[in-house]
């Protein structure tokens, strides 16, 4: 039975999210501010937490949610909220939410979308090293080594080669890189990517060592072991 963390002050709408998840096989336990929904999610051990955005008092929904990750509770939260801007989505994402979901809704789309977060926390802690020829990089530690070295890696270094390594063998897009890394829309003024991208190689590719990242002008990057 899934144990579902459910933080939100409107009564009616908690006590509507509980009888949904209790329908459908979990087990629930309710907080109605963030401040009381830190320690429960902090002290607690929960498959998922459903979020309300705008809760009262000093500790907001996205408030709660950074403390949360502040403290290393990797538990997958569905962020709730009447703003549906895609701004507002943007920064319920940004700031560690898995999930947004606008109000109204419906329960079956809830329970869905909380399925959905619960199978990849579990096909995640499944898969804790990636490989890709020397290179192995921890899911756990956010660390990476190459041919047995470690790899002294800023925490955005980390995210471009963890993104890198996941779709080894493929073209990205300088685009696709922005995006799903620096969550920004990509404009071509910038040359972000391609200053990180720099960096990667130089602390990738040891004296010795096959270059593991080539560019493919015109289209990106390509991680492989095949140069």
């Given at each position: 039975?899934?144990?579902?963390?459910?933080?939100?002050?409107?009564?009616?709408?908690?006590?509507?999210?509980?009888?949904?998840?209790?329908?459908?096989?979990?087990?629930?336990?309710?907080?109605?501010?963030?401040?009381?929904?830190?320690?429960?999610?902090?002290?607690?051990?929960?498959?998922?937490?459903?979020?309300?955005?705008?809760?009262?008092?000093?500790?907001?929904?996205?408030?709660?949610?950074?403390?949360?990750?502040?403290?290393?509770?990797?538990?997958?939260?569905?962020?709730?909220?009447a703003?549906?801007?895609?701004?507002?989505?943007?920064?319920?994402?940004?700031?560690?939410?898995?999930?947004?979901?606008?109000?109204?809704f419906?329960?079956?789309?809830?329970?869905?979308?909380?399925?959905?977060?619960?199978?990849?926390?579990?096909?995640?802690?499944?898969?804790?090293?990636?490989?890709?020829?020397?290179?192995?990089?921890?899911?756990?530690?956010?660390?990476?080594?190459?041919?047995?070295?470690?790899?002294?890696?800023?925490?955005?270094?980390?995210?471009?080669?963890?993104?890198?390594?996941?779709?080894?063998?493929?073209i990205?897009?300088?685009?696709?890189?922005?995006?799903?890394?620096?969550?920004?829309?990509?404009?071509?003024?910038?040359?972000v990517?391609?200053?990180?991208?720099?960096?990667?190689?130089?602390?990738?590719?040891?004296?010795?060592?096959?270059?593991?990242?080539?560019?493919?002008?015109?289209?990106?990057?390509?991680?492989?072991?095949?140069?």
């Amino acid at each position: 039975m899934s144990k579902i963390l459910v933080v939100e002050d409107d009564v009616g709408t908690a006590s509507e999210i509980e009888a949904a998840l209790v329908d459908h096989g979990c087990s629930v336990t309710q907080s109605l501010d963030g401040r009381d929904g830190l320690v429960k999610a902090i002290s607690g051990t929960f498959d998922a937490i459903v979020l309300d955005r705008m809760l009262p008092g000093t500790l907001d929904g996205l408030g709660m949610l950074a403390a949360l990750r502040a403290a290393s509770v990797q538990t997958p939260v569905l962020i709730l909220s009447a703003l549906s801007a895609v701004d507002e989505r943007v920064r319920g994402l940004k700031a560690g939410g898995d999930d947004y979901l606008t109000k109204p809704f419906e329960a079956l789309e809830l329970t869905a979308r909380l399925d959905v977060l619960m199978r990849r926390r579990t096909s995640a802690t499944q898969e804790t090293i990636l490989r890709v020829a020397d290179l192995e990089i921890n899911l756990l530690t956010h660390t990476a080594t190459r041919a047995g070295n470690a790899i002294d890696l800023l925490p955005r270094e980390y995210q471009l080669l963890e993104y890198l390594v996941r779709h080894s063998g493929q073209i990205v897009t300088r685009t696709m890189m922005f995006e799903e890394v620096w969550h920004y829309r990509y404009g071509e003024a910038t040359n972000v990517i391609d200053v990180h991208i720099s960096k990667l190689r130089r602390k990738l590719d040891l004296p010795g060592l096959v270059p593991l990242i080539r560019t493919l002008r015109g289209s990106g990057y390509v991680l492989d072991a095949t140069n």
